[in-house]
């Protein structure tokens, strides 16, 4: 059994930070790929941030120099460092994990930008 758990989502002003974590546990060895995706009400779910195994970050035009991903391979952890919040960044915020042909989600943590 695999847990994946996000955290470190709340509510923040414009132009505030927050750092958020996804940590895997339980029956997983080798993480390949992970990646944090978001997702609005009324919208889909789109991608943020990749990040390869070996620490490799690519993102999405619309975070492109205000978020920054990064991995602890040790800790089976993910981490996403978010700058200069926008409320059109107001999303429940998704972790994803590729483990050899395993694919695990998290529960997704709700991050609200607004004054």
């Known amino acids: 059994q695999v847990q994946v758990l996000e955290s470190g989502g709340g509510l923040v002003q414009p132009g505030g930070s927050l750092r958020l974590s996804c940590a895997a546990s339980g029956s997983i060895f080798s993480i390949n790929h992970m990646a944090w995706y978001r997702q609005a009400p009324g919208k889909q779910r789109e991608l943020v941030a990749t990040?390869?195994?070996?620490?490799?970050?690519n993102y999405a035009d619309s975070v492109k120099g205000r978020f920054t991903c990064s991995r602890d391979n040790a800790k089976n952890t993910m981490y996403l460092q978010m700058n200069s919040l926008k409320p059109e960044d107001t999303a429940a915020y998704y972790c994803y994990i590729r483990s050899g042909v395993n694919l695990y989600w998290g529960q997704g943590t709700q991050v609200t930008v607004s004054s």
């Open positions: 990040i390869s195994s070996g620490g490799n970050p």
